[in-house]
């Protein structure tokens, strides 16, 4: 199991989709009983995201490419013994470009973010799962590891799931910790007096769900998360930036699949809440229609709606150039006061569609491609006008997939 916030503080956003779309995190599915046969899995994403200079600040100041991701991933499920199973992933992305730019950024170059410079970035992720199987249930435990040259990422993980004895209504109950270790002994990396060369990121995290089948076509599912964060969370290579220790977040989350009898299709509908002690306040609503055709063809268009509001200590272009509020300089000690121009903790909203197209090549070949486009801007947001000054954002991915059961 995970808790991935909407907004991460690392300067490698990218990275962290390409391991949301690639990686077999822990998923809360309910199946009771181990898989036949094995399966393996190969995935390449490719992901580039640009910026519009569009607004009177950003004009002519932003380049409009920004993060570029290759991403490779392999992963494997295998029955063992009937009654348990052994997941396995590996994924390499590498990333190059400067990250999504914060109101400053144009101005005196040395506020721009330059982590992820010329020479890129390189991130290497393992995943590995466990589940034993029983009649009424079933326990998987799980561990995984990232890394790249300043972040080093370590998570473990486990849940339970227990069925009703007419399995109509499953019940889920999991955690997980992770442990995170940031070098900040690096380049272009502006540090306060109170700052160390390393630092360290603590997150526990929890879910319980329930998953009823309501009719032969109708399934639902309702999850409540809560995580508790402590360390870092600031961005090193921003400045200023410098944000609260601690970040507790809550999430509620609705889903609803419906089957169609007279095509064979099935509509998937999910609706999610989240907030957290950065004062951000999040909706995501998901839709998608999954359906087969003849010849081992599958379509799945898709549409994600997003909105967010601003953190607390977010300062827009009109609040630090037009109303006289400066940032601190040097940064302000690790307990505040708190500021970061970062436009991932601004209030925007965003929509995503995208279409995956597979094809069942043989009863045990399938090969799939998802294309999906983004776009962001701050007069989407539901919560307010958002930053006027910040450029729209945008992105586009191509995931291409090939497994075979063995």
């Given amino acids: 199991m995970t808790s991935v916030s909407p907004t991460p503080s690392s300067a490698f956003g990218a990275a962290l989709v390409s391991a949301a779309l690639l990686l077999p995190s822990m998923q809360f599915a309910y199946a009771e009983t181990a898989p036949e046969r094995g399966v393996v899995s190969l995935k390449y994403l490719n992901y580039q995201d640009s910026q519009s200079a569009d607004t009177p600040v950003t004009a002519g100041l932003l380049s409009k490419d920004r993060i570029a991701v290759n991403a490779l991933s392999i992963m494997t499920v295998m029955p063992v013994a009937g009654e348990w199973s052994v997941g396995v992933s590996f994924m390499e992305d590498s990333v190059t470009g400067a990250s999504p730019a914060y109101h400053s950024s144009g101005f005196p170059e040395s506020k721009s973010d330059t982590k992820s410079g010329a020479s890129g ?3 290497r992720a393992a995943d590995l799962q466990l589940t034993r199987y029983f009649p009424q249930g079933s326990v998987t435990a799980g561990t995984s590891y990232s890394k790249e040259s300043d972040y080093v990422s370590r998570s ?3 849940q339970g799931s227990l069925s009703t004895e007419d399995k109509n209504t499953t019940f889920t109950l999991g955690g997980s910790f992770t442990d995170d270790s940031i070098d900040l002994n690096k380049p272009n990396v502006v540090l306060s007096k109170q700052q160390l060369a390393a630092e360290k990121k603590h997150v526990v995290a929890a879910l319980a769900g329930v998953t009823r089948v309501l009719t032969k076509q109708d399934i639902v599912q309702f999850n409540l998360g809560y995580s508790n964060g402590n360390g870092y969370y600031t961005d090193p290579y921003k400045d200023p930036d410098n944000r609260p220790r601690d970040r507790n977040s809550f999430t509620a989350l609705g889903r609803w699949n419906h089957h169609f009898d007279g095509t064979d299709g099935t509509a998937r509908l999910s609706y999610r809440f989240y907030s957290d002690t950065f004062g951000i306040r999040a909706h995501t609503l998901d839709a998608e229609y999954v359906q087969p055709l003849h010849h081992g063809w599958t379509l799945t268009p898709l549409l994600r709606l997003y909105t967010q509001s601003e953190a607390d200590f977010y300062f827009t272009v009109a609040e630090e150039k037009f109303s006289g509020t400066t940032p601190p300089t040097p940064l302000p000690p690790t307990d505040g006061p708190y500021y970061t121009e970062d436009q991932r903790l601004s209030a925007f ?5 995208g279409l995956k197209v597979s094809k069942q090549l043989n009863p045990d070949w399938l090969v799939d491609l998802k294309i999906e486009k983004y776009e962001q801007r701050d007069e989407w947001s539901l919560s307010g006008s958002g930053d006027p ?9 191509i995931q291409i997939g090939v497994s075979r059961k063995i």
């Fill in 121 to 123: 970035e390189l991130r």
């Fill in 156 to 158: 473990c993980s486990l």
């Fill in 349 to 353: 909203g965003a929509v995503t569609f």
């Fill in 389 to 397: 000054g910040l450029a729209s954002f945008h992105a586009r991915s």
